[in-house]
């Protein structure tokens, strides 16, 4: 009992010390508790039969019923896996890509060249992917489009990219990528902006080259950035891209590209059934909790940007 | 390493504060469900003056000095957008009543009608798209059985003209033995899909009579692809691709995507009807010989509209059929449009609504008759799938819900009524002329902020298309569609329209191998004696099941 | 007195450009795609292939789109809703990401995990719903600001922008006296403005796409943000009868000359323009060297 009032007392002393701090903080604490906290008592659905009339607190507890159904499907294996491989794809190809982008933009010193790229760079992200799919359907097909005219002309036979169960995969990592590239270099270039100009001069004096700036002062310049994108990457590792999978996706290449999105979207037009999207939806965060509290863990020996 | 726990469990503990607190939150909004809608005394006032000696059907008679506050909900998209459209001022004024529209989106159509359920509001009429709703509804307790002859006691003219148009059609709205509401028909699903063809091309390779075979439609594509119909000395045309695909396995008995006669007097599915693998072997060797093009897996759309054959409009292939009738028509008349395809294939070639420069390209055709006799092609089907329905909570009310009823007899079964639903104008004034080809043309224009303020309107309230007054509006095209027999005969309806219990378990992985195998088959992936392991697999996985149980609604419709 | 450029930096800023260039290509060949459509009539939009100069160019689409006075009380409440969140979220950031930042907070990992926590595991559409309408903010303006308003992404982001600020300047402002709030707006914010206004262009164009919470909390037509409007002038548009609303033929032939192709081209256009427009606005905030001017003065 005395432990306990020492260290509140202890804990009170310390809330009062830095109390212009929390009084910063609360409009924030109290934004997460009522918009955020309060509502999480929803998380149970993935363990209910949700009886609309009963309301969620109401509904009968069925457990891991929900999860039982998802993971019966003989595809479910096959679809995290899909899920799964795609991220990692994604994660280890197109993470480095933004950075690289917007590095390549910094060296670029002439201004107006520089805004019109950086423009013309975001409009992707600005199309959904039920446009950017026709797009990318006549651009990748193997009798019209230019790229296979590309390989063709370079004597190879064309790649039906989105056809080919070869192929699918590197597809939509591509395409992701892409799109991505440009809207994703912003905040690099938000980063880049803050390093110290005479750094850069420094070196010059000192006679090095290109390349060398950019690996001694420009990336380690940004590495808080780096690091807490880098660990969020990690947690949406198990998530995927609903949207661009669902627009490009067809039966051809289920076994490479369903993932678990678009196999839960199916199942739902049948079953309608609130709580098993919810369980699958559990499951995932579940998983890239875990990724992103296990990357931290690993970052935080490097560096203390991390998340704590 | 114990900071950290003893913070952990603090927020854990905070958390169940916070439940308990949601806790009781929800408990107020379970118990709102029904007292939400207007005043519900009235229930126990009609209940117990009632004189049923009379009249059976008293406790549904509305009350005729009351003004009903009507929760109306039309459907997706077609929901007014301004506040005050003509046709709800006119519709409240002829039924004395308050009419509130529910605009709910189709694409998120559960999900917003979860979120409005779970605040305990539930519409007084609503029209269900998806069938699988209908059940979801029946047991989740939103929805009430509403007993036949009420039905046709309150709105006589429409019952009547639904009955005749389709005798069975109140079958699709039936649960357990009740009924639940109207059917919503399909005025155009007793059409088939029909092919068309480029008879230009017919001509070209030396034939000059529409393919009616299964073994014409096969020499015709062969020379498609081998004789160059299209005279430009390249090797660049294919027969067909992914829409012309149905008619070949209308040929053989059966569609694979629906459940079909057995011959035996049962159902079977599509997919694992034994007419299928005929249907396979035929296209792989089809493919093999490169008279089917390879990119049919992205489909002949191209991810744009559903019906619109792409490649065929880019002389890409030579024989299709892709979507309905209307998508297909030449233009008909001075005003009567032609269908998307044709319209889009005869602009590709530089013509237009007055100067018709397809007629001799573009060609309709017959689906193909198969060894056995057999053709057909896509049919929805008199009984669509949609249904409108009465909220729960009229069970207390049933006067608000005879006046529902009367309401949607005044509308869709009503000719002056659902003229003016349709066009906003008078039926009989001189408001409008009609043309030589039965269209009724306006004729003073709307001003821009006139059509504005009906936008949506008119659709939200049309409950049910009724098809005798629906076909008064174009009887130009119904006339052209019945002239065509390949349209108006045959094809294959889904037989089954409600929801299977087993389907909730096993569908998505049935469906997901049923296209799976389909396609590897036809590539050339896998032989064609998997077909039958595929059969084997669908029914172990489930299959059989879900067919016992078709069987089962089947004989006890 | 600048460097005289060697052959290998040459040789590096050519290669750079042209590969950059090269990619621009591609990033705008879509949107060119888009706009191209949204000026042709139905037939030539539906003819397959590249589109990079019109057939001939029809002004229909846009006037379908932009003749309705609800798009134009559409972008009304849209930019009401997008300046009234900037200016909630940006503060609830700031104000949240500044404690978060600072290494000697009590607690720190604690108040991290508390909001880090919320990005993984959430109550969900319902409960959310049921509370904002509990609150009694249905149907207001207030629905569509304060559920998104914080971003525990957003905060993060800013909460290492700030980490990463020289100590120095910081401890100056409190040796000086100054409360934490004296020293955020005096010392940090001038120094973070790249941050701030990456986060302000997160928060700008999440606010101008968002459609789903003002479907979802608002019902009252004259409150529908541009979205909203858009998306129903589609949907309204892709009817599959042949008879139109207003029973004119003439009605239903205008209908047809916008096609639904032709007609959501337009409105990718009509909604996304001014928001990459606010692009040039921002960029004048990713200035250079502004943390050297204040630590040397």
């Known amino acids: 009992m005395n432990r306990l009032t020492t260290s509140l007392r202890k804990n009170a002393k310390l809330y009062w010390k830095n109390r212009f701090f929390f009084l910063l903080f609360l409009p924030a604490i109290a934004h997460y508790i009522i918009f955020k906290y309060i509502p999480i008592y929803g998380v149970t659905i993935a363990f209910k039969d949700y009886i609309i009339k009963r309301g969620i607190m109401g509904s009968p507890w069925v457990g891991l019923e929900n999860f039982r159904l998802l993971f019966m499907g003989d595809s479910f294996m096959e679809v995290v896996r899909n899920t799964v491989l795609i991220s990692i794809y994604q994660t280890i190809i197109a993470f480095p890509m933004p950075i690289i982008f917007a590095i390549m933009l910094n060296e670029v010193y002439n201004s107006k060249l520089k805004k019109t790229i950086q423009t013309i760079s975001y409009l992707p992200h600005f199309l959904s992917w039920v446009v950017l799919a026709g797009i990318f359907i006549e651009v990748l097909s193997p009798s019209r489009g230019p790229i296979n005219m590309i390989i063709t002309s370079l004597g190879f036979k064309p790649i039906y990219f989105l056809g080919d169960p070869k192929w699918f995969r590197t597809t939509l990592v591509g395409t992701y990528i892409w799109q991505g590239m440009g809207w994703g270099s912003i905040v690099y270039l938000a980063g880049l902006t803050s390093i110290d100009p005479s750094l850069y001069e420094a070196a010059t004096v000192d006679g090095a080259g290109r390349f060398k700036k950019i690996w001694h002062i420009t990336i380690p310049g940004i590495v808080p950035i780096i690091t807490i994108m880098f660990i969020f990457a990690m947690g949406k590792i198990i998530k995927d891209d609903f949207d661009q999978v669902l627009n490009l996706y067809n039966p051809a290449v289920y076994s490479v590209g369903d993932v678990i999105s678009t196999y839960v979207y199916r199942s739902g037009l049948v079953n309608l059934k609130y709580s098993f999207a919810a369980a699958a939806d559990l499951f995932k965060n579940v998983i890239a909790f875990v990724m992103v509290v296990g990357t931290n863990y690993i970052t935080r020996k490097i560096n203390d940007y991390g998340l704590w | 390493m114990k900071r950290f726990v003893s913070l952990v469990m603090a927020i854990i503990m905070l958390m169940s504060v916070f439940s308990l607190t949601a806790c009781s939150q929800q408990k107020d909004n379970g118990n709102q469900d029904a007292t939400t809608q207007a005043a519900t005394s009235q229930a126990e006032k009609t209940e117990a003056t009632a004189d049923v000696s009379n009249d059976p059907f008293a406790a549904y008679r509305p009350d005729p000095n009351k003004t009903y506050t009507i929760e109306w909900c039309g459907g997706h998209t077609d929901t007014p957008l301004s506040e005050n459209p003509e046709v709800v001022l006119r519709l409240e004024e002829k039924f004395n009543v308050k009419i509130n529209y529910w605009y709910i989106e189709r694409s998120q159509w559960d999900e917003i009608l979860n979120l409005r359920f779970a605040a305990g509001e539930v519409p007084d009429i609503i029209r269900i798209e998806n069938p699988m709703n209908f059940e979801k509804y029946i047991q989740q307790e939103l929805i009430m059985p509403v007993p036949f002859e009420v039905i046709q006691e309150f709105s006589p003219n429409l019952t009547g003209m639904l009955l005749e148009y389709s005798e069975n059609c109140f079958d699709s709205v039936s649960y357990k033995g009740e009924t639940y509401g109207y059917p919503r028909v399909n005025v155009n699903g007793n059409y088939n899909y029909a092919p068309i063809w480029r008879i230009d091309w017919l001509k070209n390779v030396g034939i000059n009579e529409i393919p009616k075979t299964l073994e014409e439609c096969e020499a015709a594509f062969y020379k498609f692809r081998n004789e160059d119909p299209d005279k430009d000395g390249k090797k660049d045309t294919y027969a067909l691709s992914n829409f012309g695909m149905v008619p070949v396995y209308g040929a053989f008995g059966a569609l694979p995507d629906r459940f079909v006669d057995d011959g035996k007097g049962g159902l079977v599915y599509g997919a694992v009807h034994p007419g299928m693998k005929d249907a396979l072997a035929l296209l792989a060797k089809w493919y093999a010989d490169e008279l089917v093009d390879p990119e049919f897996i992205t489909g002949e759309p191209h991810g744009g509209y559903w019906a619109l054959s792409q490649d065929f409009i880019d002389e890409k292939i030579g024989f299709s059929s892709p979507g309905a009738f209307y998508h297909n028509n030449p233009p008909l008349s001075k005003n009567i449009k032609a269908g998307r395809n044709y319209r889009t294939f005869n602009e590709a070639r530089g013509g237009d609504q007055e100067n018709n420069v397809s007629a001799e390209m573009f060609g309709f055709g017959y689906n193909p008759t198969g060894p056995d006799g057999l053709h057909g092609n896509e049919l929805w089907g008199p009984n669509g799938t949609e249904k409108v329905v009465f909220g729960k909570h009229l069970e207390s009310e049933p006067d608000k819900l005879g006046k529902l009823l009367e309401m949607v007899d005044g509308i869709c079964g009503n000719w002056e009524t659902f003229f003016y639903i349709m066009t906003r104008m008078e039926w009989g004034s001189d408001e409008y002329e009609v043309t030589e080809d039965g269209a009724f043309v306006r004729k003073v224009e709307l001003t821009e902020a006139q059509k504005e303020r009906n936008e949506g309107s008119s659709n939200c309230f049309k409950a049910i298309e009724t098809p005798q007054f629906v076909k008064k509006f174009d009887a130009k095209s119904f006339e052209w569609v019945d002239s065509q027999p390949q349209y108006s005969t045959g094809g294959y309806e889904p037989k089954i329209v409600v929801p299977l219990p087993s389907q909730e378990i096993y569908w998505t992985e049935l469906e997901k191998l049923r296209q799976e195998t389909y396609i590897r088959i036809i590539v050339g992936e896998k032989p064609i004696e998997y077909f039958d392991t595929f059969v084997t697999d669908w029914y172990a996985k489930g299959g059989q099941q879900v067919t016992d149980e078709a069987n089962e609604w089947w004989n006890n419709r | ?297």
């Open chain 3, 1 to 297: 007195m600048r460097a005289k450029k060697s052959f290998g930096e040459l040789l590096f800023d050519i290669v750079n450009i042209t590969i950059l260039i090269f990619i621009s290509l591609t990033f705008i060949y879509p949107f060119i795609h888009v706009a191209v459509l949204s000026l042709s009539t139905p037939e030539a939009a539906a003819i397959g292939g590249f589109k990079l100069i019109p057939k001939q160019i029809v002004f229909n689409s846009y006037e379908k789109v932009l003749r309705s006075p609800n798009v134009w009380r559409g972008y009304m409440n849209t930019i009401i809703i997008v300046a009234g969140g900037w200016i909630v979220s940006m503060i609830l950031t700031i104000s949240g990401a500044y404690p978060l930042s600072r290494r000697n907070l009590p607690h720190r990992k604690f108040w991290t995990l508390f909001v880090v926590f919320t990005m993984f595991f959430q109550g969900g559409l319902i409960p959310s719903y049921l509370l904002v309408r509990n609150i009694g903010l249905s149907n207001s303006y207030f629905a569509m600001i304060l559920p998104a308003a914080l971003s525990t992404w957003n905060l993060l982001i800013m909460r290492n922008f700030f980490m990463a600020i020289p100590p120095d300047l910081e401890e100056a402002a409190y040796l000086d006296g100054a409360s934490p709030f004296r020293a955020l707006m005096s010392v940090i914010l001038p120094v973070s403005k790249p941050v701030l206004a990456t986060v302000s262009l997160w928060i700008i164009v999440s606010r101008w796409n968002s459609w789903f919470d003002c479907l979802i909390y608002i019902t009252d037509p004259n409150k529908f943000v541009l979205q909203i409007v858009l998306r129903r002038i589609i949907f309204a548009d892709t009817k599959e009868m042949l008879l139109s609303a207003e029973g004119n033929v003439k009605a239903m032939q205008d209908a047809y000359m916008t096609d639904p192709l032709t007609l959501r081209s337009a409105t990718i256009m009509v909604a996304t323009l001014p928001i990459i427009m606010i692009y040039p606005f921002i960029q004048k905030y990713f200035v250079k060297g502004v943390m050297v001017g204040s630590i040397k003065g």
